[in-house]
């Protein structure tokens, strides 16, 4: 597969569903898409397409939690990164473990880091932080606020 047949695959099976389609680079395209379409996007891009899973990462922002998927067509050089959002206020979206077993862990990260919530995701266990850290405190938001010890013992 060429890197112009992958775009032609992606916009030819989901025209208007695609939000933004944004080429960076010959090597990276980012595909903003609605968070309830991420499985369908996700689907093609890993099992038609024969991408692989690359890592999936995340951003704070006032209102939302920014969720990009990178995805890479290896005999091309290509990353596709789709690119969702979740508000904080009802911070969940479905989870790609199902899908594909490497999305694991860094979908454990991202809840216990940022705290979205990963549906259908089976073992969305703590990963990184102390089993009594808050449930509520999430270290990687911006509004998280670290205590030093001397703030702790005024």
Known sequence: MTRDEA???????????IERFYEK????IYIDIAKDDLVDFATHVFKDMGARFNIATAV???????????FELDNIGCIITLRTYTKKDKCEIDSL???????????????????VEFRNHPNIKRLLLPDD?????????KDYVLKTKEDRDR
């Open 133 to 141: 850290w808050p449930k509520d405190k999430y270290p990687l938001r």
């Open 7 to 17: 775009v032609k695959s992606i916009k030819e099976k989901f025209g208007s569903r």
């Open 97 to 115: 473990l199902p899908l594909m077993k490497g999305a694991e862990w860094i979908e454990r990260e991202i809840h216990e880091l940022f705290g």
């Open 25 to 28: 680079s010959k090597r990276r």
């Open 60 to 70: 704070d922002h006032p209102k939302d939690i920014e969720i990009m998927y990178h």
